[in-house]
């Protein structure tokens, strides 16, 4: 299904091939390149992450773990220098950033979501272990997006823009509001007012790349930030995650093996407090399991990944589910999804 508009000035009609920005979603799709990487021996989730990057134990980080990057246990949930766009253009100066990056807790003793920089050291990691040194754009566009047939980027052909659909975002007034009488996110919203939280210091660094103007320009949608800027369609990010509900192959190919599924689908971290976000949370390997958007509906065996403006992807071992919508209200997307699922 779909519907609605791309733009809204003019007015274009959303269209079957239509591509829209799907911000912290782009997380699983990470995800699931590690899990390849694992699968074939490039990478081990138990591994330190300085063992493939030595520059990375800069800062008292030797010793952290891929498997706590994966499950935002690291402590380093951003850079000391906030990046811009005109740093996204070269991986090499995005490590060298990254690199440097200081503890905000002792990794491993709690964990905190890692906005943008999951994306960046994760690119990194499996850059020096891929035999053939790719960056993770190119990774995923090679290995899995061309030989499945998913149409989705991590560094956006620039010939593709103008299909992508108009950035926009929500009324700012409406929307503290709503997190501010929202359970959920009611202490992270009070956290925001504090400069010296770490809350607030996480998200007014990643400020530079991540309002809605400058995630809308070119530079932006062209280069590759693997934690934000997957851009692509619903049916492509259907098939991806497809691939998993079918226990690692789809359309008679495999991409990874049935073990490989069922780590990710075990290998929970224990739900606590989320040292950034501060609500409950927990991780399993890069993916979310279930989601509370769906109340109605048994939630056992569910993964997939949010994102902002209400992207959702999820799963279940037998069938893949996948919600894409343009910036609405909560109640909105939980209305759409229930009766859409409850239908399938």
């Not at 960046?120 to 790719?134: C, G, T």
């Not at 359970?183 to 400020?207: L, T």
């Not at 343009?326 to 229930?338: D, E």
């Amino acid at each position: 299904m779909w519907g609605g508009y791309a733009s809204i000035i003019p007015e274009e009609p959303w269209q079957q091939d239509t591509m829209s920005t799907f911000f912290s979603a782009t997380k699983g799709v990470a995800a699931l390149c590690i899990a390849v990487a694992v699968d074939r021996g490039y990478l081990d989730y138990d591994q330190k992450v300085a063992h493939y990057w030595p520059d990375f134990a800069q800062n008292g980080k030797e010793d952290i773990t891929l498997r706590q990057i994966l499950n935002h246990q690291a402590g380093v949930p951003m850079t000391q220098t906030a990046m811009d766009l005109e740093m996204l253009k070269d991986h090499d100066a995005v490590g060298e950033v990254v690199a440097a990056s200081e503890l905000l807790w002792k990794p491993g003793t709690a964990h905190g979501y890692h906005s943008l920089n999951y994306g960046f050291i994760l690119s990194q990691v499996l850059q020096r272990a891929d035999p053939e040194h790719r960056t993770m754009g190119v990774f995923f566009h090679e290995e899995i997006a061309k030989p499945f047939g998913i149409e989705f980027y991590m560094g956006l052909p620039k010939e593709e823009i103008p299909r992508v659909a108009s950035l926009v975002p929500p009324k700012p007034l409406y929307s503290m509001l709503r997190m501010l009488f929202s359970s959920r996110y009611r202490n992270f919203m009070r956290a925001m007012f504090n400069k010296e939280s770490i809350p607030s210091k996480v998200f007014r660094n990643n400020g530079k790349i991540t309002t809605f103007p400058k995630m809308a320009t070119t530079e932006f949608r062209c280069s590759e930030v693997p934690s934000v800027n997957g851009i692509g369609t619903a049916r492509g990010l259907a098939r991806l995650y497809a691939i998993l509900a079918n226990g690692g192959e789809l359309d008679g190919k495999r991409l990874l093996s049935q073990e490989a599924v069922e780590t990710i689908m075990t290998s929970c971290t224990e739900e606590k407090l989320d040292t950034v976000m501060m609500t409950k949370t927990k991780w399993c390997l890069g993916f979310h399991p279930h989601f509370n958007v769906i109340s109605e509906v048994n939630l056992e065996n569910v993964y997939g990944h949010k994102g902002m403006v209400d992207k959702v992807d999820f799963l279940t071992i037998r069938r893949h589910y996948h919600l894409h919508m343009s910036p609405t209200s909560c109640h909105r997307t939980q209305w759409v999804m229930t009766h859409v699922t409850l239908t399938l």
